[in-house]
């Protein structure tokens, strides 16, 4: 923890700068780039029926999209009003009214016609739902009826039968609390949430490097510091405020430079909105790019603290922070022999990047006296993430980049209940304030006063496959309760996924909209209860910010959902039903109670207790952690771990795939097109020089296939790194195999290899948009 606190927003330069100009054309005609006016205009319009409500939520409420932590229109790293196109996407879910009754009742069949982005525009869940195997309709249920159903079914089963999971869309970290702390209580350990499917590797992977489990500094220390290294993360598009960060860097004189097998149009330039002369000429925002292989990064790494030791060699300190190694870390001598003992041209190979351009990197860290490494799924979403960011943690520990200003390693989150979740305990691997460990177990059961299952529990993933189990397994999931989540659009090899849902007893889906995992079948009963928005939620609620500022959002008056529900409180009642002689065990009435236990339950969060108005905020653990050098470890010490160099090498005439993120957020499309490169969502993003090879001309249709599905689309040509393509997600996940797990964090592989073709050369009379190919064998390409 630092002793360090967060000094507040910071000014803007007023004047322009020229040199950081993408165009002397005002407002980038001719060029593809987002339509910033055009699309805020069509949010007015989509929310005209309640603009007086979408203008106190965006004005008054903290932003449930990113996890940049807006606050109103504000911030704590630059002053202004912040605004992006992300947040205005989302703000429909919170204005829109109910779904017509007409509608929602229709035949299940006409409601399955329609695409996930379809079913969202119907509106809001309006009040709870049943549909049994046969039932050509949902059927209006009330409150009593569903919970007592639920809670029947939840007590005729083995808790280890029973399985949790808690998305990231808007949940506060009220609803993440509370949702742990019933799952315990209930006596299952199966409780996942959706931040461990993007950032699992980077909790777990910082804990054994640095012992933390969070950002280490701030979005400030982007504004000033040497260097900022974006590492398989497009934040231009996925967290697009960061782009006045980013703005702000580059008047400060911080280099930018981006690590990804794709040139990231969003990286290469942007159109701030909200800085006028951004949004006349666009910021260039990368300084250089070094396009990897996929699944590269290690090598890559690997490549630059090999050229800082023969560095060290011929002159000692000139590339390394030998005093900070000295005081703070361990390790240095098994990572020299480790890297010594590397190849040059594996390296190369395996990264995709020349020895050459290794050390230009290596030598623009070695003369940074500060820098800020920030990554993302590009990274984590590999079956050996956990070993990619400890390879960040390593250079960060190396060059003494930890723990203090304009310094530090930065997880960025993708949404905004993403970093509350775990630390909230709504995860197999952790309880609040800690891990699942004997001494956190008997800690909470103390506050608690009921017993914590001692059983390790699944990650979602897991859970889903052991609804396949033979019915007397005591893990085969007999009830699978959902707040939120699309799984059939989120997880690799939709179609088993689809067969894991079906052979469930019973699922509930906690919800504010339909998705089309919510009208797959159930064994017995599918059961759908209406949710309150974050903005809705009674006493109000709070959410945590990549850089671990705990933001309160006030409930905001408006219109109402009939008979939604705050998400803790039926959490509440549902603890009372199944566990009637207990229930004082698990009783609140107001959203400041659990606030309170939170305070003791975690005590990073002791502050969280006085987050009342609009407007509060404090930031747990200070400005930076790790402060001074000094690690939350048990010798106070980081550790430099070698990292071996992962299996991925593909046959010959094969290809790297991973997929991409385009207008989105998660897995809720908002445009067919890509507004930073054109690209439609079917689109394969290919090098020409390798398209040409396979005698593909751009804008043919390909087919994309592999062991494990089909893919038909179209080949666009991209600057990607030779011998990698990108499809979309989720479009692209009939490609991503099954049940393949991070070993350390049980994140899922969204990463395969593939072969790709000339569609009239695979399946000429089929439509280019979709094909089913299938096998059930899990195997693996990149192993």
Known sequence: MGKTKHPGPMKLPKTPDPKHWVSPIPFGLGKVKPKHIRDTMKVVM?????????????????CDGCALGVSGLNDQTLKGPHLCTTRLNVLRLNTMPAIEEAVLHSDIDELRKMKSKELRQLGRIPYPLSRKPGDKKFRRITWDEALNKIASKIRRIDPKQLAFFLTARGITNEVFYTGGKLARFLGTNNIDNASRICHSPSKTALKRSLGIGASSCNYQDWIGTDVLIFWGSVAANNQPVSTKYMYAAKRKGTKIICINPYREPAMDGYWVPSIPDSALFGTKIADDFYQVNIGGDIAFMNGVIKHWFEMEEELPGSAIDLNFIRDHAKGIDSLREHVENLDWKELEISSGISKIRMLEFATLLANAKSGVFVWSMGLTQHRFGTDNISQVANLAILRGFIGRKYCGVMPIRGHSGVQGSGEMGADPFSLPGGEFDQTNIERLEKLWNFEIPKWQGDI????????????????????????????LETMPDPHFIEKCLQNIDLR???DIILN???LVDAKEEVIVLPAMTRYEQRGGGTSTSTERMVYFSPEIKGPRIEEARSEWEIYVELAGLVKPEEKHLFHFTEAEQIRSEIAVANPNYDGIQHLKERGDVFQWGGAWLCEDGICPTEDGKASLIPIELPDVKKPDGKFYLTTRRGKQFNSMIYSETDPFNDADRYDVLIHPEDARAHGIVDKEAVVVHNDYGTFQG?????????GNISVYWPEGNVLIPKG???KYAGIPEYNASVTVEKADLYLSQKDTKYVEKRIEDLEQDIS
């Open 46 to 62: 989509e929310n005209r029926d309640n603009l007086p409500y979408a203008y106190r939520i965006l004005t008054q409420g903290v």
């Open 460 to 487: 979602v993933g897991v859970s889903l496959e052991n609804a396949m189990l033979p019915e007397d397994h005591e893990r085969k999931i007999n009830v699978f309760y959902t707040s939120g989540g699309n799984f």
């Open 508 to 510: 509930v889906h906690q």
């Open 516 to 518: 089309s995992s919510t």
């Open 714 to 722: 179209k080949a666009k040509y991209a600057d990607t790194r030779r």
């Open 740 to 742: 393949v797990y991070e």
